[in-house]
């Protein structure tokens, strides 16, 4: 092993490779246990047996947060859909044959009998150009408390009347 100068304290030694803060940097093993973020770059090996080993310690994949943000559909989907679709001028006959749905299967949406699938649901969106889905969002109290207990309208005009 080559000696080399550790990049952060100086010390020279047998330094390895390690990412400090996402950098690249040689350090020496006391740094290397002890600075902060400090990472150790896996070297790529051809060993069969060790890069196994790498495998089983890799992290189980995280979900894709976006990707798994919730979405639900709106409270009122079915109005929306009514109104949308009245509001383009076009008959339940019309807007089934457009997204392939029976027009009774149109109605029952719109009467809120029928939950669209996720399928239904993309293409009426598509069709009539509207949203019906959501984020479901974590309202942290936190965000209430800082907003909740502000001015009131009664705090509002008194203090536009100074
Ligand atoms: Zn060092």
Redesign the pocket.
Known sequence: MSITQ??????E?A?RPALVDGVRMM??????RH?QGVREIERPTTDSSSQTLLSRIKRPKVKDVYKDMDKELVSDWNERIKRAREKKGISREDLGFKIGERTVTIAKIENGDLRPSDQVVKKLEKELEITLVEEVKDTTPLSYGSHGQGLTLGDFIKTEKK
């Open positions: 550790c990049e952060l304290c100086g010390r030694c330094c350090l020496c093993p006391g740094c290397m600075g």
